[in-house]
Structures are given as structure tokens and as C-alpha cells.
């Protein structure tokens, strides 16, 4: 079954940086499309950022443009999402999803279980 | 892009149906038939309940089901039971891989 684990997240201050990691399973992870989702304690939901299967394509929302960077490595079926400068407002539980493709673009079909990222002073 | 429309809550009593909005614009849920609704219970992930406005993943039982007229898709429960007692989440595709900003999200609350 489709298996999404998410490692990385931590304690850090504003200003730091932190590099999260997604591990798939189950799936073929190097045709797959893949995103970022945070949600802030006690909030909606906030897409973050998406790559393509071959990183010919990566998207950011405006709140994370210039600070994170999305990036994958196929071969080892992990996909990455590289935080610098953060900010309080990036406190969140951080969750990789997969993209539904072609049938259902713009889906998220299956999560990771989340990773909490707190930014604090 | 603005994020989609929900109403922040929503209740009914076992047994009974309730409809969830979620109301964009020409340029998502208008325009494309790439609508999703997400469940979350809490403390844990969301899980894909309906996607491409209708269509239910292997799983989901056919107590949950989508429409779309205009602007506005809505997530239909019937028969509600205990375990539907959760949020919920629409999000839309807007072309382009354009994600509009997820719905603020709708707590169901089953009486």
C-alpha cells in the first residue's frame, strides 16, 4: 500500500534553517508528481509547494517563494523540502502528499502523516 | 488566487444528510472539474474523500458523494454516522498547475 513518511521537523529559531524529508513507498515514486501541505496549529490547510516527477516543473506558494525550495531524489524515493529564513508564521505540521496526475490534477491523493515544524524564540 | 468558501460548521443527527459548500470562481471550480474534498480527523491527515468532483477512491463509502453548479461544489454525507464527525476540506484545480488555496475548512458535527 501506499506508504508516505515524513522526518526532519524540530525546534528552531527564527531565522534558522530546516530540511524536511518525505519517504515513499508502495508507489512508483519516480513517476509521481509530489507536494508540500502544512497546517498551522488549529488551522485550515495550506498548500506549499509541488514538483514534477522529473523536476521539470516546481511551484511555490507566495508565503514560502524565495525561502523554500522543493526537490526530490528519485532513485532513493525521497522528496525533500529545504526551509531557510524561517519565520513564526511557519510553525505548521508539515505533510508530503502525492499528486493525483492526469486523471485527477491538482488532487492529493495519499499523506504523509505530518511532521510539526515550530519556529520559536 | 483566494482561497474557496466554506461554512465553518455544519451538524445533523445520525442518519440524516448534510451538504458542505465550497464556492470559488470561473477560474477554478467554475472552470475545471478538478474539485477535491478532504476529511481530517483530529489529530491526524487528511484523507481524499472525493476528487474530480465526483468520483470516490477505492474505500470511501457511497454515503459521500460531490456535485458542482457554477462557482460552487458541494460534498453531500447521508446517513451520517458517529465517525463522519470531522473536517472538511475542498480545494480546486485552476489549469496551469495553478493550486487555489484550500477552503478554510468545515467542522461536521453530528449531534
Known amino acids: 500500500q501506499v506508504q508516505l513518511v515524513e522526518s526532519g521537523g524540530g525546534v528552531v529559531q527564527p531565522g534558522e534553517s530546516l530540511k524536511l524529508s518525505c519517504a515513499g513507498s508502495g508507489f512508483t515514486f519516480r513517476t509521481s508528481g509530489m507536494h508540500w501541505v502544512r497546517q498551522a496549529p488549529g488551522k485550515g490547510l495550506e498548500w506549499v509547494a509541488f514538483?514534477?516527477?522529473?523536476?521539470?516543473?516546481?511551484c511555490y506558494a507566495d508565503s514560502v517563494k524565495g525561502r523554500f525550495t522543493i526537490s526530490r531524489d528519485n532513485p532513493k524515493n525521497t522528496l525533500f523540502l529545504q526551509m531557510n529564513n524561517l519565520r513564526s508564521e511557519d510553525t505548521a505540521v508539515y505533510y508530503c502528499a502525492r499528486e493525483g496526475g492526469v486523471a485527477a490534477p491538482g488532487t492529493f491523493d495519499y499523506w504523509g502523516q505530518g511532521t510539526l515544524v515550530t519556529v520559536s524564540s | 488566487q483566494s482561497a474557496l468558501t466554506q461554512p465553518r460548521s455544519v451538524s445533523g443527527s445520525p442518519g440524516q444528510s448534510v451538504t458542505i459548500s465550497c464556492t470559488g470562481t470561473?477560474?477554478?471550480?467554475?472552470?475545471?472539474?478538478?474539485v477535491s474534498w478532504y476529511q481530517q480527523h483530529p489529530g491526524k491527515a487528511p484523507k481524499l474523500m472525493i476528487y474530480?468532483?465526483?468520483k470516490r477512491p477505492s474505500g470511501v463509502p457511497d454515503r459521500f458523494s460531490g456535485s458542482k453548479s457554477g462557482n460552487t461544489a458541494s460534498l453531500t454525507i447521508s446517513g451520517l454516522q458517529a465517525e463522519d464527525e470531522a473536517d472538511y476540506f475542498c480545494c480546486s484545480y485552476a489549469g496551469s498547475y495553478t493550486f487555489v488555496p484550500f477552503g478554510g475548512g468545515t467542522k461536521l458535527t453530528v449531534l
Open positions: 470561473s477560474s477554478d471550480v467554475g472552470g475545471y472539474n478538478y
Open positions: 514538483i514534477q516527477f522529473d523536476e521539470s516543473l516546481k
Open positions: 474530480d468532483v465526483t
